[in-house]
């Protein structure tokens, strides 16, 4: 396994991530099985586990706590938070109060002293970036995280930051983790370059398109699957859909998977450290293996430009985050009697 560096921050990891969010109740149930799965990923040279607080209500992490165990030194340690914990109303977001109590969790869970990287999963509009990053900061100072990032920030959120942090002398965020496949490249208009050029480190995730990048899911055909039924408006895209017919035959062309072309395209922008893959099975992690050593030559990467143009979406990016000057109508509209020119 080749290491690359983590943006600026001098940790080196493995161009695969292993995503822990199947390890539990939201995918798999057996914890030892899982551990196989790490362990067998470790052993590949993956060094990268990314995990966060809210996978399986904490399960995720407990699983992984477990099987680093007697192997913590040789692993890049993420995690993340953001997301509702209970019903209590500050059991959430970005707060330093949530801050401060969710590290301690994370870092109970995980059975570890620090993190080697802590994220902020999703935007807080609730709250102003310079209290979270204050509070990160003393996370931080206090030894119990290396490194900060963010994960689904738009690209202006994230030079915001980068200014806050430099005009209150804060620690920044060294990291983005923003949703990149072949299906969705709209991060290549504006998020990857402004992460070079603040230095940052990126690591991907969905790299297969929410399984539509597996070759299991065609156009005109029904399968009918537990990740089908929760987005069905996602597996019936046409425009995803006929995207994927064309990528079919680019494989089988090239003699390679569907899944080892959408990987080996993930990790082959110069704005990409790390992809992340998400095994749910020892097969699947297995697959996913093999296809590590597959480099893509300009040939392959410019049909598949002609199939998916460069920083755009092949359909609705249905995982990336909504701001709220796009989600929420009232921000999008007049009042009806301040709608006219005249």
Known sequence: MKYRTLGRTGMRVSPYALGAMMFGAMGNPDHDDSTRIIHRALDAGVNFVDTADVYSRGESEEVVGKALKGRRDGVVLASKLHYPMSDGPNHQGNSRRWIVTAVENSLRRLRTDHLDLYQIHRPDPTVDVEETLSALSDLI??????????????????????????????????????????????????????????????????????????????????????????????????????????????????????????????????????????????????????????????????????????????????????????????????????????
């Not at 942090?165 to 709209?186: C, D, H, K, M, V």
């Not at 080892?260 to 704005?271: D, E, K, R, V």
């Not at 099975?281 to 143009?309: C, F, H, K, S």
């Open 141 to 342: 100072h206090s030894g119990k995280v290396r490194a900060v990032g963010a994960s689904g920030f738009p690209a202006s959120e994230i030079v915001e930051a980068q200014w806050v942090a430099e005009r209150r002398g804060l620690e920044r965020f060294r990291t983005e983790q923003p949703p990149y496949s072949i299906l969705n490249r709209s991060i290549e208009r504006e998020i990857l370059p402004v992460c070079q050029r603040y230095g940052m480190g990126t690591l991907v995730w969905s790299p297969l398109g929410q399984g539509l990048l597996t070759g299991r899911y065609r156009k005109g055909r029904h399968t009918d699957t537990h990740r089908s039924s929760a987005m069905p408006q996602h597996f019936a895209d046409e425009r995803k859909l006929a995207a994927v017919e064309q990528l079919i035959p680019l494989a089988e062309k090239v003699g390679m998977p569907m899944t080892h072309l959408a990987m080996a395209f993930a990790i082959a922008h110069p704005g990409v450290t790390s992809a992340i893959i998400g095994p749910r099975t020892m097969e699947q992690l297995d697959d996913l293996l093999a296809g590590a050593d597959v480099t893509l030559d300009d040939e392959i990467l410019d049909r598949i430009d002609e199939i998916v143009p460069p920083g755009t979406d092949a359909g609705p990016n249905d995982v990336a985050y909504t701001p709220p000057a796009i989600a929420t109508v009232s921000q999008r509209r007049r009042s009806v009697a301040e709608r006219s020119a005249a």
